[in-house]
Structures are given as C-alpha cells and as structure tokens.
C-alpha cells in the first residue's frame, strides 16, 4: 500500500496477490483512508472493481454533473447523452459494455440520421470514457475508440435562395423566428450566438454585435448590416437583458414546420397553376432548408461579392480557411458570369 503525490493530486495504490487497485484523490487523508479499506477489501476477496457495478446511465450521470456545466456546447452534447441514456445499453455495466454493443447502437442510429451526426453521438460517449478512464479510474478502456465511425459525410450544398427565405418567414407561426432568419442571411452568425445575443454586447450606432465567446473558443465583432440593425431595433427590449428567449433546438423545429408549410402552399399554387403531380414532386424547391442553411447563404454570398477568406472567416467566425472552404458554395452560373465578364 502506498500513497504518492502527483502534482497537486495525491495517489493510493493498493496490492494484494498480484492484484492492483489505484484512485486519485485531491487529500492525502482521503487516500490513506481508501487504501486501508481497498486492502482489505483484496484481502477478503471482496473488492468488485468501479467498471462491475457502475451502469452507463450513471456514468453519463455523473459526467452531466461534474463536466457539462463548464463545457460551451453543453446543450447540444446534453441533449446527446439523454439519448444515450434512453438507450438499450444505459443499464449494462461498464466492464460488460463491449465495443460490439456501440457498433450495433451506431448501425441502428445510421439508420435514422446522416453519418455525421452518428460521428457526433460516437463522439459524446468517447468523451465521456476518456474522462472516466484518465480523470476518475472507473475504466481502463474506452470501448468507442475500439469501433469504426462511419465516413465524414459529404459537405452541404444547399443554398437557400432568398425567395424561399420570404415564404419561411411568411409561413411560421413563431415570435422570434422572422428577426433570427434575417440575423443569421445578413450576418453569417451561428444560431447560437444569435440566441445568446445580449443588449449589452449590441452597439447599434457602431453597427457592431460583440460575441464574448464563441463555438471555436474566440471571442468575435460582427459587423451588422443596415437591414440587420433594422431588425434589431424593432425587437423589445427583455428584462433579463437578452435579444431572444428561445432555445435553438424549439428555433429549428419552428423553422423546419414553417418550411413544410411554405412547401405546402407553393404545392397547391403550382397544382392551381396547372402543374403536373410528376413536376410538382421533381421540383426542390423549399425542400431540405434548414434555419443553418441561412448562416451558410450569406458566406457565400460574401464570397461571390468579392470579400477574401480572411475578411470572410472574420465576419463568419471560421478558424482554418479549410473549414471555410468546406462550408463556402459559390453558384457556377456566378463562375460563368465573372468569366463573361472578362472576356468582355
């Protein structure tokens, strides 16, 4: 038995017939006193290691607890875990949790959602293991870096075009939804940097919306375009000093139901009009469009009107110009008309 300090932590360990346990603990006392039961827990053959009783329900639990509340992206990656935790592998065991149960838990999700969001949901759990194996000892493995992720998927080409923005707009039924579209085409902002907007951080005369922090962990100054400012001002002002009061997952869903009914009324329009069941169904238009798309219409647009990659990723937010590059969808009939242009 024997206790060791290591930085500013302090670390038991414990060995009885070849067999080895370790903890870590922030007191010395607290460590002394956990070797002395550990050993003669090893001694009686009692000792069940933390991976043969903790479930994980209350690994993820615990992760929520204790590493969720300093984490930006918290909503989202908590909102990953809930399903995680609804799932047919929350009550299995840590040392019975085999990596051939998270690659059937990958291939049943493969079937409701794209690629990349299953690399997202992998991604969540490994994080929450690495945390479990390095920083708590509940675990030496982690089963989800034993298993394949499905292929990056191909990056979003749809762009929305500005008709379509008009009709979404028209169709929803939400407070809110009109003024966060028209920030996210006019200012290429996130949706949650659109929602965490504060008063406080909006210099409507300087025409500048500060981001304290963002996504990649920088903070950012949006320029706001005129129409920008417009909308901002016609928004009352909360008590609690926010812009807005929705939560981006409720934002999307409103989105995504007035996008079904501006597809709705363009299908009875064209019927009136004459169109054929065949040219209505082969016809994409206000098909696919996501409150996201909006962000990625005005980088492009910013592109196609001249701005560099730099002035771009400083409006955008983007670190690498690769991820910019993989985000940016330049129209070829815009290709076309530069190259006319030349020629004349």
Same mark, same amino acid.
């Given at each position: ?63 929520? @607890? ?6 930006? =992206?918290? *909503?989202? %990656? #908590?909102? $990953? !875990? ?62 989800? @870096? ?6 990056? =998927?191909? *990056?979003? %080409? #749809?762009? $929305? !075009? ?75 002002? #909360? ?106």
């Amino acid at each position: 038995m024997s206790v060791r300090q290591r930085g500013a932590k302090w670390q038991a360990r414990v060995t009885v017939a070849g067999q080895t346990v370790t903890k870590t603990f922030t007191q010395r006392a607290d460590a002394e006193k956990w070797s002395r039961h550990q050993q003669v827990a090893l001694e009686r053959g009692e000792y069940q290691p933390p991976q043969a009783v903790v479930t994980l329900r209350e690994l993820i639990e615990r992760y929520e @607890r204790e590493c969720l509340p300093s984490k930006r =992206g918290q *909503a989202q %990656e #908590r909102y $990953v !875990l809930e399903r995680w935790k609804r799932s047919s592998l929350a009550g299995k065991t840590l040392a019975s949790l085999k990596p051939a149960d998270i690659a059937r838990a990958r291939d049943e999700r493969l079937k409701e959602v794209s690629p990349t969001s299953v690399r997202r949901y992998l991604d969540t759990l490994s994080a929450v293991f690495e945390v479990a194996r390095k920083d708590w000892e509940l675990t030496t493995t982690n089963p989800v @870096r034993s298993i394949r992720k499905p292929p990056p =998927g191909r *990056a979003r %080409e #749809r762009r $929305v !075009l500005p008709d379509e923005i008009v009709r979404i707009i028209s169709a929803t039924q939400s407070k809110d939804l009109p003024a966060v579209v028209v920030l996210a085409v006019e200012t290429a902002m996130r949706r949650a940097e659109i929602l965490g907007l504060e008063w406080s951080n909006v210099d409507l005369d300087r025409r500048i919306a500060y981001l304290p922090l963002t996504k990649n962990g920088d903070s950012r100054a949006v320029p706001l375009t005129l129409r920008a400012v417009e909308v901002l001002k016609a928004i009352p002002k #909360r008590p609690d000093g926010k812009v807005f009061k929705h939560n981006g997952t409720s934002l999307s869903e409103a989105f995504r139901r007035a996008a079904a009914r501006a597809r709705q009324a363009y299908e009875h329009e064209r019927q009136q009009a004459g169109a054929t069941p065949e040219e209505i169904e082969e016809d994409n238009y206000l098909r696919d469009v996501r409150l996201h798309d909006c962000r990625h219409e005005r980088v492009s647009t910013l592109v196609e009107a001249g701005f560099g990659l730099m002035e771009v990723a400083a409006i955008s937010g983007h670190k690498t110009l690769q991820c910019l590059k993989r985000y940016t969808h330049v129209r070829t009939e815009h290709l076309i008309s530069k190259l006319d242009a030349i020629r004349a």
